[in-house]
């Protein structure tokens, strides 16, 4: 089963800047994201919610500011996070099954087991198949699977509505809430109403 | 925390799922197998029916063609994983990431060093090699194609990030294979004839290997690190 709930933790980033080549993205970017907290990240197209993403869980490097986080341990933030953005990790030559039981292997906090979490998210009838057969929502569905099979603090999402239908939201809509009452915190980019309540909006961008 | 367990756990994971993607999608290791069986085939041909010539240049021709077949299918090593996001997620392990490269390199060498290593001898027989020499060809390939996989992979951790980098690792690479080159072939064909003992260039060309397996492994981690 999961995890009860998670040590309070909280992920405190002052003053980010972002600049991709010789373009300025965004700078002067500060929240604080507390156990139980969620995030709404807005912005435009192309306003840099998906890099400021990619820099929290280290992909990319800051051009400015700061980012700590308090509690959890000396684990580096990146070992603290789920990330599910527009590139889902998954093989297509591999089945959903597969390519859960790699994600749990290799990031460890083993939670629900790849069965388990595909059932969570309506999909217990594809374990078998190629990830390539699937459809982008069902792929969406097995990526954010991912969340389920390891416990982790704290969830990076990148429009992770896209692609699922109504049902499916509910259901991702029923995840959040499930994570941020054990204590997990949730920074979702996105342009559409996420369903949570006292979810705040952090806008980057002019 | 046991970080020992946890890192064992991750990397054997890595190498699997390598090795069943390339048993799966049919990429990587046959390709190049085939490819170095069409170099082997077709030199002969270019040639012409001069046995004696044939032999005496027949180790230089199965180390030629066993490099450029482990150039050809470098370029993914790294890149597909950075296109689906499974860099990404293999960022956000706990395992080192010079651990992770040396899963990956680990399981490009399973899936395309060893086969060629042992089809060696076989192909052998296309280029008359002489049958005293088979063993120590296959031996050759075996210690020295590790040396091209890490080697290698410094070149596609770069080129990891380039959409279309297709044979600019090949390109960015082959210079430094060149001592491998030399001390594989040197050992291959002092076991037919001349003067140095085989251990000599074998010996080294183990050294090589080693030190290539240390070297591309850090270089990779870091050019991967860098990328942005």
Same mark, same amino acid.
Not at chain 1, 10 to 26: D, K, M, S, T
Not at chain 1, 40 to 69: D, E, P, Q
Not at chain 1, 177 to 203: C, F, K, M, Y
Not at chain 2, 94 to 119: I, N, R, S
């Given at each position: 089963?999961?995890?009860?709930?998670?040590?309070?933790?909280?992920?405190?980033?002052?003053?980010?800047?972002?600049?991709?080549?010789?373009?300025?993205?965004?700078?002067?970017?500060?929240?604080?994201?507390?156990?139980?907290?969620?995030?709404?990240?807005?912005?435009?197209?192309?306003?840099?919610?998906?890099?400021?993403?990619?820099?929290?869980?280290?992909?990319?490097?800051?051009?400015?500011?700061?980012?700590?986080?308090?509690?959890?341990?000396?684990?580096?933030?990146?070992?603290?996070?789920?990330?599910?953005?527009?590139?889902?990790?998954?093989?297509? %030559?591999? *089945?959903?099954?597969?390519? #859960?039981?790699? $994600?749990?292997?290799?990031? +460890?906090?083993?939670? @629900?087991? !790849?069965?388990?979490?595909?059932?969570?998210?309506?999909?217990?009838?594809?374990?078998?198949?190629?990830?390539?057969?699937?459809?982008?929502?069902?792929?969406?569905?097995?990526?954010?699977?991912?969340?389920?099979?390891?416990?982790?603090?704290?969830?990076?999402?990148?429009?992770?509505?896209?692609?699922?239908?109504?049902? %499916?939201? *509910?259901?991702?809509?029923? #995840?959040?809430? $499930?994570?941020?009452?054990? +204590?997990?915190?949730? @920074?979702? !980019?996105?342009?559409?109403?996420?369903?949570?309540?006292?979810?705040?909006?952090?806008?980057?961008?002019? | 925390?046991?970080?020992?367990?946890?890192?064992?756990?991750?990397?054997?994971?890595?190498?699997?799922?390598?090795?069943?993607?390339?048993?799966?999608?049919?990429?990587?290791?046959?390709?190049?197998?085939?490819?170095?069986?069409?170099?082997?085939?077709?030199?002969?041909?270019?040639?012409?029916?001069?046995?004696?010539?044939?032999?005496?240049?027949?180790?230089?021709?199965?180390?030629?063609?066993?490099?450029?077949?482990?150039?050809?299918?470098?370029?993914?090593?790294?890149?597909?994983?950075?296109?689906?996001?499974?860099?990404?997620?293999?960022?956000?392990?706990?395992?080192?990431?010079?651990?992770?490269?040396?899963?990956?390199?680990?399981?490009?060498?399973?899936?395309?060093?060893?086969?060629?290593?042992?089809?060696?001898?076989?192909?052998?027989?296309?280029?008359?090699?002489?049958?005293?020499?088979?063993?120590?060809?296959?031996?050759?390939?075996?210690?020295?194609?590790?040396?091209?996989?890490?080697?290698?992979?410094?070149?596609?951790?770069?080129?990891?990030?380039?959409?279309?980098?297709?044979?600019?690792?090949?390109?960015?690479?082959?210079?430094?294979?060149?001592?491998?080159?030399?001390?594989?072939?040197?050992?291959?064909?002092?076991?037919?004839?001349?003067?140095?003992?085989?251990?000599?260039?074998?010996?080294?060309?183990?050294?090589?290997?080693?030190?290539?397996?240390?070297?591309?492994?850090?270089?990779?981690?870091?050019?991967?690190?860098?990328?942005?």
């Amino acid at each position: 089963m999961r995890q009860d709930s998670f040590p309070a933790c909280a992920l405190i980033a002052e003053n980010l800047a972002c600049r991709r080549g010789e373009r300025l993205l965004f700078d002067d970017v500060s929240f604080a994201l507390r156990s139980g907290e969620a995030i709404a990240l807005t912005g435009r197209n192309g306003a840099g919610k998906s890099s400021l993403i990619a820099m929290l869980c280290g992909g990319l490097r800051f051009a400015g500011g700061s980012l700590r986080v308090e509690g959890g341990g000396d684990a580096p933030l990146a070992e603290l996070c789920h990330l599910v953005g527009h590139r889902d990790g998954l093989k297509t %030559a591999l *089945t959903a099954t597969e390519n #859960l039981v790699f $994600a749990q292997a290799l990031l +460890g906090d083993d939670a @629900l087991s !790849a069965q388990d979490a595909l059932a969570a998210v309506g999909l217990p009838h594809v374990a078998g198949l190629p990830v390539g057969y699937l459809s982008a929502g069902q792929r969406r569905r097995v990526a954010l699977a991912r969340l389920l099979v390891s416990a982790r603090p704290f969830w990076l999402l990148d429009e992770p509505m896209a692609a699922l239908d109504a049902a %499916a939201q *509910t259901m991702l809509t029923g #995840l959040m809430r $499930a994570h941020l009452a054990s +204590g997990g915190a949730i @920074l979702v !980019a996105t342009h559409g109403p996420l369903g949570l309540d006292g979810a705040r909006e952090l806008r980057i961008g002019a | 925390m046991t970080h020992d367990r946890s890192w064992s756990r991750a990397f054997l994971a890595i190498v699997k799922r390598d090795l069943a993607l390339a048993a799966r999608a049919g990429g990587g290791g046959e390709l190049a197998l085939v490819f170095f069986l069409t170099i082997v085939v077709l030199v002969p041909f270019a040639l012409g029916p001069d046995l004696n010539l044939l032999s005496k240049i027949g180790p230089a021709i199965l180390w030629l063609g066993a490099l450029l077949s482990m150039l050809i299918g470098l370029d993914r090593l790294f890149q597909s994983d950075e296109e689906d996001g499974s860099l990404d997620l293999i960022r956000a392990s706990a395992l080192p990431l010079e651990l992770a490269v040396l899963a990956k390199g680990l399981a490009h060498w399973l899936t395309t060093g060893l086969p060629l290593a042992l089809a060696a001898p076989l192909l052998g027989l296309l280029v008359a090699l002489p049958a005293q020499a088979m063993l120590p060809v296959a031996g050759t390939l075996l210690v020295g194609t590790p040396a091209l996989t890490f080697v290698g992979a410094a070149g596609a951790a770069l080129a990891a990030g380039l959409r279309r980098g297709g044979l600019i690792v090949p390109v960015l690479v082959a210079p430094l294979t060149v001592p491998v080159l030399i001390f594989g072939v040197s050992a291959a064909n002092s076991a037919v004839g001349g003067t140095i003992p085989f251990l000599t260039p074998f010996l080294i060309l183990c050294a090589i290997s080693l030190a290539a397996i240390v070297v591309g492994t850090v270089a990779a981690a870091a050019a991967l690190r860098q990328g942005d």
